[in-house]
């Protein structure tokens, strides 16, 4: 079996909405073909974000080779142009070893950006960025999605009007280049992809099912000590400096925004000499109310990301679906004639 299309590598991506068993699959298959896992990921790319993310376990990581994982403290930017860079290291690096890469996550930015390329859109400005920071401040995000309606429609559709972050970034490449970001995007899909990779959608057809895993996962979560997990990084001198927390992409991950906001509801601050997961109720609310409101808060935004998943999933070119249950047989034998290729 080849490792290699030509001059293009070859890869399996196995990609799919939060909770489909992406994880799961990635590990077996890498251990059955001798290969390593490069994590497709928003949020595993941050240190001290375990729990709340699904991160490989220790001993996972030490069973199968990962990459992609802590690379940024949580206070700290990280691009999908740098993703791209530092995965596509990554992935020429495992070659490198012989060994076959396995892809395996949810953030469609990252796997666009990998396997699609970006485009030479104008890079990131700083004051530019505050600006719309400020504007957003004073009428909103959902007026600022209004905005990019009316400049980018296409863009529009696929952005939520809650996703600060994307709809910022479009308004910024719009005023920066006179440009839609769809262009820009556009541009760089129909470019030739430098990867030959087989691309997996593991996500069980009904869509009551990936919700009944999703409560469940997070109960698993709560158990497994989520929110003293949020309540370490909220001690972070960092974090505690920062003006806007929530504002971080890294505290914008699904579960963590709706635990810092739990928190700020039900504890006050640490007093002096107080240790991190200390608790100090307020007194001020209901907390069997507000702890059913959280986990319901927190369930509802992770089936919202994996809707939003599920959308960017049917967009992708050359994807082949499967239930990882009950479709397993089928699913090998995709993987099995890729490799004998």
């Known amino acids: 079996m080849s490792m290699t299309s030509g001059s293009r590598p070859r890869v399996i991506a196995l990609m799919g909405p939060t909770a489909s068993g992406k994880s799961a699959y990635a590990l077996e298959l890498a251990q059955h073909l001798g ?16 729990i709340g993310s699904a991160k490989p376990t220790k001993v996972e990581q030490t069973q199968v080779p990962h990459h992609m994982l802590d690379l940024r403290e949580p206070w ?39 396997l699609e390329g970006l485009s030479d859109m104008p890079a990131a400005d ?16 959902a007026a600022m999605h209004a905005q990019l309606t009316q400049v980018d429609p296409q863009a529009a559709s696929r952005i939520h009007a ?22 820009w995007q556009r541009e760089a899909r129909d470019a030739v992809p430098w990867l030959d990779a087989l691309q997996l959608a593991l996500a069980p057809p009904q869509r009551a099912d990936l919700h009944a895993r999703i409560e469940a996962r997070f109960d698993a979560m709560l158990a497994a000590g989520f929110l003293d997990e949020v309540r370490a990084l909220r001690a972070l001198p960092e974090l505690l400096a920062h003006p806007v927390p929530l504002d971080l992409p890294a505290l914008r991950s699904v579960g963590y925004r709706q635990a810092w906001e739990y928190l700020d ?3 006050s601050p640490s007093p002096p000499g107080r240790g991190v997961g200390v608790r100090v109720v307020t007194g001020k609310v209901n907390r069997s109310d507000e702890d059913a409101l959280f986990r319901s808060r927190a369930i509802a935004a992770t089936r919202q990301l994996a809707k939003r998943q599920y959308t960017w999933l049917r967009g992708m070119r050359d994807v082949q679906w499967f239930d990882p249950i009950r479709q ?3 699913l090998d034998a995709s993987v099995t004639r890729f490799i004998r290729q």
């Open 35 to 50: 290969g390593e896992i490069v994590s497709v990921d928003s949020a595993l790319i941050y240190m001290r974000l375990d």
């Open 76 to 114: 700290q930017p990280y691009s999908a142009a740098e993703f791209a860079r530092d995965a596509r290291a990554a992935i020429e690096a495992i070659h490198a070893r012989g060994k076959w890469p396995i892809l395996a996550g949810g953030t469609g930015l990252y796997f666009r950006a990998l």
């Open 126 to 141: 700083p004051a530019l960025r505050a600006q719309l920071a400020e504007e957003a401040g004073r009428s909103g995000w």
């Open 162 to 183: 809650t996703d600060a972050q994307r709809i910022q970034r479009a308004l910024e490449v719009h005023r920066l280049s006179g440009r839609a970001i769809s262009d």
């Open 265 to 267: 509801a039900v504890e």
């Open 328 to 330: 397993r047989s089928a």
